[in-house]
């Protein structure tokens, strides 16, 4: 009955109330950094459960609440017809049957959405469960605060997730609730605590003013900058890059591009092998939302199944652009943990040896491949395609006018946008008449005018500063990142539609070329090879693919059917230059002279430890500052710490309740308390002694009671409930 009780106190109810709101702060970063969907709808449940698991006490009564709820929810999402009529029923026995069947034979890729929520919402009903019972019968509140800060640490320094407010409002939150927490623990310690409406609002009321002013003065106080370099992407070159997820630092393909910017290492693993008769760009995706720091994308992928492999997404329309029937094959190499399928442009047709699923969403162009674990992907994958070549003076011709819906979409741009961006771009393309010039003219611009192509120290765009305006005015030197990324924005400041896209170029020929067909040769693509480049719209033309970065080649084939003075090239031929890495450059003139190289590593093995020699000190001064003042305050706190060792103690001690053992402690404790038993101290004229200073008779009581339990061979005259309520009395009154 006590423990019913303290659940619907005024107390335990704020205490549940903060310990939702700190779930809450777990679940809200599930939309950026996941795929999942209706986050308010599952919070909204979790808040239910945690409502029936704090008012109802009968079980059956919150199986079926909480039951009911869930069901409300898939049916909402999900079912189709009337709620528990027999059809959505009938649907809801298929779906378990097939997914059980695909979780029993390990075939998790085969899960639909429909068990996909069944099982989270399952997950959601069991933690406010748990939470419940930690938080009001255990009454343990502090370990979750500290999983909750690290949790939205973590997400803040390797995601995309902004979680600066969040841990302000866990703090404040975390606080509050602790405070609370400790008022229901002096009650179950028997400290004089009145649950009155007064007596609550006059412990509350310190703790919230206190956390107000404090977050207050954290939030608004004036900050120094950081006083020592990011260590994230330290410890990602350090670490090879492995287990840090999609983050900017990582050379690579990556889905999270959110936050663009900052310096990387360059990775040679192998993603997958292409035989094909040219270097290809491999494309993957696009994104269409430009935030001012990187691209997202303004609607959720919408995966359809390839019917027999056909590929209904293209970029162009096949009929109005010049095309040749290729083929191509792509193998995945074993270090590879890439999921997506990259096709080339004009793909037709996708096609396996082995049993697979294919998918893409014909909205980004991305496809993905689902194989069973026992299969893998060591097979190769054959893709058919139209190899394009695009007429320039078709493209010159085009319409200015776009459908509405390119336009809604491709010509999005933040209100931020700084207005030199824009200068810029009608600057660079005042004298060009057509499309197509204008966009030539933005393609060629990064090149004539001293733009580099460099991966180390790129900056990364303060707060308030935009990514595309800072390559283009003050840094002028980053990957193909700040190339295609400007170049899309300042088309789009002119009313051309362009979308950024993201993939991976050609590789290169593999010394060891197998037996293959004429004119086709082996590429090895690696993790260095992923890139990112630029399409734009050209109406009834469709996606045209232009290479901006300085040092690559755009592998599309233009040609010219008619003399003209501002004739691009006269020879199709000449414009299929091979793609120029100037990483690669480097890399090869480094090992035509090993002594250089040597010299070179030797002198960057210097930098690097100097720059890193330096934080290490750093840290050490942290380090000793920290362990002072935490000494300092454990001399401050000796007394709270030394109370909450004793009781700790007593805890474990009392659970057998020995007697024997539970008194000596309490004469120990007694000692330690300044109570000294002087020398021929009978233990009864003791007990009166310590009763007279307490102002109780406990201590007397106790000792008679410890005396029959000698004299009598373990026999007391009380029940163990009472003893135990009795030795605790006293405990804590000592303590106290």
């Given at each position: 009955?006590?423990?019913?009780?303290?659940?619907?106190?005024?107390?335990?109810?704020?205490?549940?109330?903060?310990?939702?709101?700190?779930?809450?702060?777990?679940?809200?970063?599930?939309?950026?950094?996941?795929?999942?969907?209706?986050?308010?709808?599952?919070?909204?449940?979790?808040?239910?459960?945690?409502?029936?698991?704090?008012?109802?006490?009968?079980?059956?009564?919150?199986?079926?609440?909480?039951?009911?709820?869930?069901?409300?929810?898939?049916?909402?999402?999900?079912?189709?017809?009337?709620?528990?009529?027999?059809?959505?029923?009938?649907?809801?026995?298929?779906?378990?049957?097939?997914?059980?069947?695909?979780?029993?034979?390990?075939?998790?890729?085969?899960?639909?959405?429909?068990?996909?929520?069944?099982?989270?919402?399952?997950?959601?009903?069991?933690?406010?469960?748990?939470?419940?019972?930690?938080?009001?019968?255990?009454?343990?509140?502090?370990?979750?605060?500290?999983?909750?800060?690290?949790?939205?640490?973590?997400?803040?320094?390797?995601?995309?997730?902004?979680?600066?407010?969040?841990?302000?409002?866990?703090?404040?939150?975390?606080?509050i609730a602790l405070g609370l927490s400790r008022f229901m623990k002096f009650r179950e310690q028997g400290v004089e605590v009145?649950?009155?409406?007064?007596?609550?609002?006059?412990?509350?009321?310190?703790?919230?003013?206190?956390?107000?002013?404090?977050?207050?003065?954290?939030?608004?106080?004036?900050?120094?900058?950081?006083?020592?370099?990011?260590?994230?992407?330290?410890?990602?070159?350090?670490?090879?890059?492995?287990?840090?997820?999609?983050?900017?630092?990582?050379?690579?393909?990556?889905?999270?591009?959110?936050?663009?910017?900052?310096?990387?290492?360059?990775?040679?693993?192998?993603?997958?092998?292409?035989?094909?008769?040219?270097?290809?760009?491999?494309?993957?995706?696009?994104?269409?939302?430009?935030?001012?720091?990187?691209?997202?994308?303004?609607?959720?992928?919408?995966?359809?199944?390839?019917?027999?492999?056909?590929?209904?997404?293209?970029?162009?329309?096949?009929?109005?652009?010049?095309?040749?029937?290729?083929?191509?094959?792509?193998?995945?190499?074993?270090?590879?943990?890439?999921?997506?399928?990259?096709?080339?442009?004009?793909?037709?047709?996708?096609?396996?040896?082995?049993?697979?699923?294919?998918?893409?969403?014909?909205?980004?162009?991305?496809?993905?491949?689902?194989?069973?674990?026992?299969?893998?992907?060591?097979?190769?994958?054959?893709?058919?395609?139209?190899?394009?070549?695009?007429?320039?003076?078709?493209?010159?011709?085009?319409?200015?006018?776009?459908?509405?819906?390119?336009?809604?979409?491709?010509?999005?741009?933040?209100?931020?946008?700084?207005?030199?961006?824009?200068?810029?771009?009608?600057?660079?393309?005042?004298?060009?008449?057509?499309?197509?010039?204008?966009?030539?003219?933005?393609?060629?611009?990064?090149?004539?005018?001293?733009?580099?192509?460099?991966?180390?120290?790129?900056?990364?765009?303060?707060?308030?500063?935009?990514?595309?305006?800072?390559?283009?005015?003050?840094?002028?030197?980053?990957?193909?990142?700040?190339?295609?990324?400007?170049?899309?924005?300042?088309?789009?400041?002119?009313?051309?539609?362009?979308?950024?896209?993201?993939?991976?170029?050609?590789?290169?020929?593999?010394?060891?070329?197998?037996?293959?067909?004429?004119?086709?040769?082996?590429?090895?693509?690696?993790?260095?090879?992923?890139?990112?480049?630029?399409?734009?719209?050209?109406?009834?033309?469709?996606?045209?693919?232009?290479?901006?970065?300085?040092?690559?080649?755009?592998?599309?084939?233009?040609?010219?059917?008619?003399?003209?003075?501002?004739?691009?090239?006269?020879?199709?031929?000449?414009?299929?230059?091979?793609?120029?890495?100037?990483?690669?450059?480097?890399?090869?003139?480094?090992?035509?002279?090993?002594?250089?190289?040597?010299?070179?590593?030797?002198?960057?093995?210097?930098?690097?430890?100097?720059?890193?020699?330096?934080?290490?000190?750093?840290?050490?001064?942290?380090?000793?500052?920290?362990?002072?003042?935490?000494?300092?305050?454990?001399?401050?706190?000796?007394?709270?710490?030394?109370?909450?060792?004793?009781?700790?103690?007593?805890?474990?001690?009392?659970?057998?309740?020995?007697?024997?053992?539970?008194?000596?402690?309490?004469?120990?404790?007694?000692?330690?308390?300044?109570?000294?038993?002087?020398?021929?101290?009978?233990?009864?004229?003791?007990?009166?002694?310590?009763?007279?200073?307490?102002?109780?008779?406990?201590?007397?009581?106790?000792?008679?009671?410890?005396?029959?339990?000698?004299?009598?061979?373990?026999?007391?005259?009380?029940?163990?409930?009472?003893?135990?309520?009795?030795?605790?009395?006293?405990?804590?009154?000592?303590?106290?």
């Amino acid at each position: 009955m006590r423990i019913a009780k303290e659940k619907k106190s005024i107390p335990s109810f704020f205490i549940m109330t903060a310990g939702f709101l700190l779930f809450w702060e777990w679940l809200r970063p599930l939309g950026q950094v996941t795929d999942t969907g209706h986050i308010p709808l599952l919070v909204l449940y979790a808040a239910l459960c945690f409502l029936v698991s704090f008012f109802i006490q009968n079980g059956l009564w919150k199986f079926i609440i909480k039951g009911l709820s869930l069901l409300f929810i898939l049916d909402y999402l999900f079912l189709p017809g009337i709620f528990l009529s027999s059809e959505s029923i009938q649907f809801i026995s298929q779906e378990l049957s097939y997914n059980l069947s695909a979780v029993w034979d390990s075939q998790w890729y085969l899960m639909t959405p429909f068990f996909r929520s069944l099982l989270f919402l399952m997950v959601l009903w069991l933690m406010s469960y748990l939470l419940h019972y930690w938080f009001l019968v255990a009454n343990k509140f502090f370990l979750f605060v500290v999983l909750t800060i690290m949790y939205l640490a973590v997400l803040d320094t390797f995601t995309s997730y902004e979680a600066e407010i969040a841990i302000v409002r866990t703090f404040a939150i975390s606080f509050i609730a602790l405070g609370l927490s400790r008022f229901m623990k002096f009650r179950e310690q028997g400290v004089e605590v009145e649950i009155q409406k007064y007596s609550i609002l006059k412990w509350i009321i310190p703790i919230i003013g206190g956390v107000l002013v404090t977050a207050s003065i954290g939030i608004f106080a004036p900050k120094l900058a950081p006083q020592w370099p990011d260590p994230v992407p330290f410890i990602q070159s350090q670490a090879n890059h492995v287990g840090f997820g999609n983050t900017v630092q990582k050379v690579g393909y990556g889905e999270n591009d959110s936050q663009l910017g900052g310096s990387f290492v360059q990775d040679d693993t192998a993603v997958f092998e292409a035989i094909s008769k040219e270097r290809l760009y491999w494309r993957i995706e696009s994104k269409d939302l430009y935030t001012g720091k990187g691209w997202e994308r303004s609607s959720s992928l919408d995966y359809n199944p390839l019917q027999s492999g056909a590929v209904q997404w293209q970029a162009f329309s096949t009929q109005a652009v010049d095309t040749t029937e290729e083929e191509a094959s792509v193998t995945y190499t074993k270090e590879s943990n890439l999921d997506k399928v990259p096709i080339p442009y004009g793909a037709t047709e996708v096609t396996t040896s082995y049993s697979a699923l294919l998918f893409q969403d014909l909205e980004s162009g991305m496809m993905e491949m689902e194989v069973s674990e026992q299969q893998g992907r060591s097979q190769p994958y054959t893709v058919q395609y139209e190899d394009p070549s695009f007429s320039i003076d078709q493209l010159k011709q085009v319409s200015d006018k776009d459908p509405s819906a390119i336009q809604n979409k491709y010509l999005q741009l933040p209100s931020s946008l700084p207005d030199r961006v824009r200068a810029l771009a009608q600057e660079i393309t005042t004298d060009k008449p057509t499309r197509y010039d204008k966009v030539k003219a933005i393609e060629r611009y990064f090149s004539q005018n001293g733009y580099t192509y460099q991966i180390e120290d790129v900056s990364i765009p303060e707060a308030g500063e935009d990514y595309v305006d800072q390559f283009l005015f003050e840094t002028m030197v980053g990957y193909c990142d700040n190339f295609s990324s400007s170049m899309v924005v300042m088309l789009r400041t002119l009313d051309i539609p362009a979308r950024w896209v993201k993939g991976f170029t050609g590789g290169e020929i593999k010394s060891n070329q197998p037996d293959l067909p004429n004119g086709y040769k082996l590429y090895e693509i690696t993790n260095n090879n992923a890139h990112s480049w630029v399409e734009v719209y050209f109406p009834n033309v469709g996606w045209v693919p232009f290479e901006p970065t300085s040092g690559f080649t755009n592998p599309t084939e233009f040609y010219q059917e008619t003399v003209a003075e501002d004739m691009d090239s006269t020879n199709p031929e000449e414009q299929r230059i091979e793609e120029t890495n100037p990483q690669q450059e480097q890399l090869e003139q480094q090992a035509t002279d090993p002594a250089d190289n040597e010299e070179d590593e030797s002198a960057l093995g210097s930098s690097r430890s100097s720059r890193i020699n330096m934080p290490i000190k750093v840290m050490i001064v942290i380090g000793v500052i920290l362990l002072v003042l935490l000494g300092g305050f454990s001399y401050w706190k000796r007394q709270e710490i030394r109370t909450w060792y004793l009781q700790k103690k007593w805890r474990k001690i009392s659970e057998q309740l020995d007697i024997e053992e539970c008194y000596h402690y309490l004469l120990k404790l007694l000692a330690k308390k300044g109570f000294n038993r002087n020398k021929g101290q009978t233990l009864r004229q003791y007990a009166k002694e310590v009763d007279e200073t307490i102002g109780k008779s406990d201590m007397y009581d106790l000792t008679l009671l410890y005396e029959q339990y000698l004299y009598r061979n373990g026999q007391v005259e009380v029940d163990s409930s009472t003893l135990r309520n009795l030795f605790q009395r006293i405990v804590h009154q000592i303590i106290a």
